[in-house]
């Protein structure tokens, strides 16, 4: 099996994927009332902690580089 580079950003956007989608089954099994804008600000929220955390990984991975200069040239 291949291994591949682990990114947390796309962790994140799969987590808040994830609990809009059960907020809506729930709707859906008839548990709760979902409104249809409550999932706005789960998905707002999710990207941009995504982006937050995807900026911040790159930052620190491009920094840890082997062969990189100090001052960030590459």
Known sequence: M??????PGRLIVGV???AAGIAYAGDA???W??????????????LFLAAVTASMTR???????PGARPD???
């Open 29 to 31: 099994g008839g548990l």
């Open 33 to 46: 009332e979902t409104e249809w804008f409550a999932v706005i600000p789960i998905m707002v929220t999710g």
């Open 72 to 74: 960030g040239t590459s």
């Open 59 to 65: 930052a620190i991975r491009r920094r840890r580089r």
């Open 2 to 7: 291949l291994r591949h580079e682990f990114q």
């Open 16 to 18: 808040f994927l994830t």
